[in-house]
């Protein structure tokens, strides 16, 4: 089953605690991008990487840290720092072979008390 | 950063009529742009898209036109269905590796 994975669905954690979501794709894409998205504030790019071990900030990066060691993987991870961490949270990848076109996770959706 | 704007940020319609949604952007070197559907509860897809040498293309009941002077584009479903029920993002890009996601424009279509 080809395609892009995100886990867990939802998340639940307490204030003062970072948190990794995780990101997976079998696509053989070479770029991934970390979004947020926010009732009526559309997605906005967190982070963006696109070859393995390098990534770019994106508009809003303060308080989220990512790595890429691995084509394949791209995780998140939320800390303490991010001052309204709940939201719900997109992966996507995409190729730059002909197409830009992003193919997006199913999301996880994370709360902080 | 591009400065991107979707109007109208909701719209109904009654099944059958068509449905057009603008985004303005601002940065003059955006050379792609995409519109992606998202259903509730569901991911973004994207439905169509076009590239800046590329003044309109269609997809069935789908279209985007470009304008590039005036710096927008425009989504158009003609013939709507309940289906086509969902939020629907533009999402111009200079280069493929930074995307400027809209607000958004909520569709229903009243059956």
């Known amino acids: 089953d080809g395609g892009i994975t995100q886990s867990p669905k939802y998340l639940f954690r307490k204030e003062g605690q970072n948190v990794t979501l995780s990101c997976e794709q079998n696509?053989?894409?070479?770029?991934m991008y970390w979004y947020r998205q926010d009732p009526g504030q559309g997605l906005r790019l967190i982070y963006y990487?696109?070859?393995?071990?390098?990534?770019q900030k994106g508009d809003i990066a303060e308080g989220y840290s990512v790595s890429r060691e691995k084509k394949e993987s791209f995780p998140l991870t939320v800390t303490s720092a991010q001052k309204n961490p709940t939201a719900f949270y997109l992966c996507?990848?995409?190729?730059?072979?002909?197409?830009?076109?992003?193919?997006f996770g199913p999301g996880t959706r994370l709360t902080v008390t | 950063g591009e400065n991107v704007e979707q109007h109208p940020s909701t719209l109904s319609v009654q099944e059958g009529d068509s449905a057009v949604i603008k985004c303005t952007y601002s940065?003059?070197?955006?050379?792609?742009f995409p519109w992606y559907k998202q259903e509730l509860g569901k991911r973004p897809q994207l439905i169509i898209d076009?590239?800046?040498?590329?003044g309109e293309k269609k997809d069935q009941r789908i279209a985007v036109t470009l304008n590039k002077t005036a710096k927008h584009f425009s989504l158009h479903i003609t013939e709507t269905q309940p289906e086509d029920s969902a939020v629907y993002f533009c999402?111009?890009?200079?280069?493929?590796?930074?995307?400027?996601f809209g607000t958004g424009t909520s569709l229903t279509v009243i059956p």
């Open positions: 996507a990848s995409s190729t730059f072979a002909g197409t830009y076109e992003q193919y």
């Open positions: 696509l053989n894409h070479d770029a």
């Open positions: 990487s696109q070859i393995v071990n390098d990534f």
């Open positions: 940065d003059s070197a955006s050379n792609y």
């Open positions: 076009i590239r800046s040498n590329v």
């Open positions: 999402a111009p890009s200079d280069t493929g590796n930074q995307f400027y």
